[in-house]
């Protein structure tokens, strides 16, 4: 104001009109912080993390309240369309939306959505688990045949799971290659890959034994179950590319928790850790590509936790499905930085006394690593794939990066068996060329009896090798699978698949790497919390030079400052430390331990 | 936005009480443009200059430091020749040392300060930088013809009007700022003469 000084002639009008605007303005000021200090803890999360809450006198009351409503009111419609079926919401159909729907999901929490695509069919359901800041994705795929009728049913089936790659990867095997084959009838010589997708229970003996081995129950279930599925829309053909059916039966097998820990913002490379836990240490997940023993179609209406529910419908009569159950984790930071770093240490492979064996790889600027470490006969592995970010956002899906992205998405969804890490193969990112070199490396050591692999690996032309890591004994089986998965799989134009779009949604979703560490939202919510009261001593929130009015909602740091909390909130979503006295909000001790 | 609100009350605040030797106002009819004035301390080799500074508030201030430079050109190892400055407030975590809780007053308190306490070892401009440290004199000549010759023509046309005899009275000079925003118009043409 000072400054119309120098102009003063229109500054009058202005000055009028600005002067109104101000007021006007200070009147949603006040009811913002109304609005906020009558919001309940969990209404204020919810709007706090879907960023609804605007900024005070900016955005009116009602507006707040309506899209407080419009959040809660969310979840519950988005059910509705699940089950309603696809049609409704079936317009969507390219792999973009996917990454809007994605991101929309960001904003809003729960979502669901699904589209079309050919004649493939997804659907994709995730919920936001406001207190846990956990994410949480499921995305179902489903593949008609282009003979096949769509069957309404599977557009019906709400399945919820998120199953993204694979079902993207069998569907499009079985969409490229018209097969003919009826259901029943799979070619269980050359294409083992096939059959062992769809024959778990009449297996030939020696997927009989893979299974054996260490799988669960349930997973053969699951396998059964698929089986079913498809066969009667689908014969299962002998693919050609095994490596399709490879891919989508291990994915099926392991019922394994495989973990994918994505990287917290800060890092300097997004990581991408796959966790397949023989039995390890659920410790850690952020993000969690859990193929819940995936039953065909998890009918449950999103809810997260769909596998047991879902099993309804008849698998017969569907297509083939799957699905895919993911679980994002935001990585705090320096949560894995001792992993890492151990990994980065060991060049090849070393053994530490931990008997820890890492392997490590490096394609194309993709750094991956492998890692397994035995303790108390509980066989860890860990991989990771380190891609710097940088070089996604620049390039976009550029073939290399898509390649570098399939590639890593082959390993995630195709590790969630043990074994498959090992061969997770690079030959995969090149169909036709078996890159085996790396992947024997690794296998060697990790097999205890590696030995097995390379039969297998015959069959499948790319190199795959290693089968290796088998627990305790159940080698052979494991080899097998191992070369299944590892086929050449091709995938069909990066940029068309709604996995690829995933995986770059994760990575995009992962935070600059210079952007300052922020708290993690359940970092944030374990602060205190209080309400100002009258007999408090007037104080000032330091961000925005307000003086606390009664009522208004305020968070203690461990430092014991206050501050309004949708101030500080904002603050430490991106920084760690206090305003005031700068002080680590979180003690140094316990980023590692809070899990 | 916060920034409008918070803006507003410090704006008021600067304008209330002013720290000593410091002057801030609205540039015209911007919100997110600011413009200070500092008054080189006595003893240091800006005495009597008075200088100019730009100052561009960010959309999600106060989560992000304003941006500020110089308009007058200095001779000071932390500031180079664009009038950016080298100072860790301005930037944020973790390299800087930004809070929500700094505001203009204060950062241009701690640009005062740098003015005033040069910090040779994050140089922004390494000649300068190694005069200081090395050849002190040859640096302090430097800096006061640079001032004499950049900053204090404004202080002579305020100097017309308001005696400069006492530049140490910080609430005097900052009173001359505040006049010389007014007057900033004028000011300039005569700057740009020599």
Redesign the interface.
Same mark, same amino acid.
């Given at each position: 104001?000072?400054?119309?000084?120098?102009?003063d002639k229109g500054s009058i009008d202005?000055s009028e009109a600005q002067r109104q605007r101000?007021l006007d303005?200070l009147d949603r000021?006040e009811a913002f912080y109304q609005f906020v200090n009558n919001l309940s803890e969990e209404d204020y999360r919810l709007m706090r993390d879907n960023n609804l809450l605007g900024?005070?006198?900016?955005i009116t009351e009602e507006e707040l309240l309506r899209r407080l409503h419009q959040v809660k009111e969310g979840p519950p419609q988005q059910n509705n369309d699940e089950n309603r079926g696809a049609e409704s919401t079936e317009d969507v159909s390219n792999g973009d939306s996917i990454i809007d729907w994605l991101n929309s999901v960001r904003q809003t929490g729960n979502t669901t959505r699904s589209g079309q695509r050919g004649n493939q069919s997804w659907r994709a359901v995730s919920r936001t688990n406001p207190n846990s800041g956990d994410f949480r994705f499921s995305l179902e795929i489903n593949v008609n045949r282009n003979n096949g009728n769509t069957n309404p049913e599977t557009e019906n089936e709400p399945s919820v799971e998120p199953s993204s790659g694979e079902d993207l990867e069998n569907s499009q095997s079985d969409s490229e290659i018209p097969r003919s084959e009826s259901p029943s009838v799979r070619q269980p010589g050359s294409e083992r890959s096939a059959s062992e997708e769809l024959t778990t229970e009449e297996a030939s003996p020696p997927r009989g034994q893979r299974r054996a081995r260490s799988r669960s129950p349930e997973q053969r279930r699951t396998r059964a179950r698929t089986d079913r599925s498809r066969s009667p829309i689908h014969p299962v053909s002998e693919t050609p590319r095994r490596s399709h059916h490879n891919t989508s039966s291990q994915t099926l097998d392991h019922s394994s928790v495989n973990e994918v820990e994505g990287s917290s913002r800060t890092r300097q490379h997004v990581t991408l850790r796959q966790h397949t836990v023989g039995t390890e240490m659920p410790s850690e997940n952020a993000v969690l590509f859990s193929t819940p023993e995936t039953r065909p179609v998890p009918q449950a209406a999103g809810s997260s936790e769909t596998n047991g529910t879902s099993e309804s419908a008849a698998p017969g009569q569907r297509p083939p499905t799957i699905v895919l159950d993911l679980q994002v984790r935001r990585v705090r930071p320096g949560e894995y930085r001792q992993r890492d770093s151990i990994a980065n240490r060991t060049r090849s492979r070393s053994q530490t006394p931990n008997n820890t064996v890492t392997y490590e790889s490096e394609r194309g600027g993709f750094r991956r690593t492998f890692s397994r470490s035995e303790r108390a006969g509980v066989r860890t592995y860990v991989s990771t794939i380190r891609i710097p970010i940088r070089r996604i956002l620049n390039t976009g899906l550029s073939e290399t990066t898509s390649v570098a992205i399939q590639t890593m998405l082959r390993q995630i969804m195709t590790g969630f068996g043990e074994l498959s890490y090992f061969m997770y193969s690079d030959s995969d990112a090149d169909p036709s060329g078996p890159t085996p070199n790396q992947n024997v490396d690794v296998s060697e050591p990790q097999n205890g009896g590696g030995g097995t692999s390379g039969n297998e690996s015959a069959d499948v032309s790319s190199g795959e090798v290693y089968e290796g890591g088998n627990e305790g004994g159940s080698t052979s089986g494991a080899r097998r699978e191992g070369r299944n998965t590892r086929g050449s799989v091709t995938f069909e134009e990066s940029g068309s698949l709604p996995f690829l779009s995933l995986a770059q949604f994760f990575l995009l979703n992962e935070d600059d790497d210079d952007q300052?560490?922020g708290l993690t939202k359940e970092q944030i919510d374990n602060l205190a919390m209080r309400n100002f009261g009258e007999s408090d001593a007037l104080k000032t929130c330091?961000?925005?030079?307000?003086e606390y009015t009664e009522g208004n909602k305020l968070r203690k740091l461990p430092c014991s400052h206050e501050y309004h909390v949708h101030?500080i909130d904002?603050?430490l979503s991106?920084?760690s430390?206090?305003?005031?006295c700068?002080r680590a909000v979180l003690a140094s001790g316990n980023r590692e331990s809070v899990v | 936005?916060?920034?409008?609100?918070?803006l507003?009350?410090?704006?008021s605040l600067l304008?209330a009480e002013p720290p000593p030797g410091i002057s801030c106002?609205?540039?015209?009819?911007r919100l997110d443009e600011l413009?200070a004035q500092l008054v080189g301390a006595a003893g240091t080799p800006y005495e009597k200059g008075i200088f100019d500074l730009e100052i561009l508030v960010p959309e999600r201030y106060?989560?992000e430091p304003p941006k500020i430079r110089f308009l007058t050109p200095i001779y000071h190892p932390n500031i180079d020749s664009a009038g950016r400055i080298c100072l860790d407030v301005l930037k944020?975590?973790?390299k800087g !040392?930004w809070? %929500?809780?700094l505001?203009i007053s204060t950062l241009l308190t701690s640009i005062q300060l740098l003015m005033a306490e040069p910090n040779p070892d994050d140089p922004l401009m390494a000649s300068i930088s190694s005069e200081y440290k090395y050849k002190k004199e040859l640096f302090l000549l430097n800096a006061r013809e640079w001032t004499a010759k950049y900053a204090s023509q404004q202080k002579r046309a305020l100097g017309e009007k308001l005696e400069p005899s006492d530049p140490s009275g910080p609430e005097g000079a900052a009173a001359q700022k505040?006049k010389g925003? !007014?007057l900033? %118009?004028k000011e300039k043409s005569p700057r740009l003469e020599p």
């Open positions: 104001m000072e400054s119309s000084d120098s102009s202005q101000q303005r000021e900024t005070p006198g900016e300052p560490r330091s961000v925005c030079i307000t101030c904002r603050w991106e920084n430390t206090c305003p005031i700068r | 936005m916060q920034r409008a609100s918070r507003k009350r410090e704006l304008s106002w609205q540039a015209a009819n413009r106060p989560f944020l975590p973790p !040392a809070t %929500p809780s505001n505040r925003s !007014a900033s %118009p």
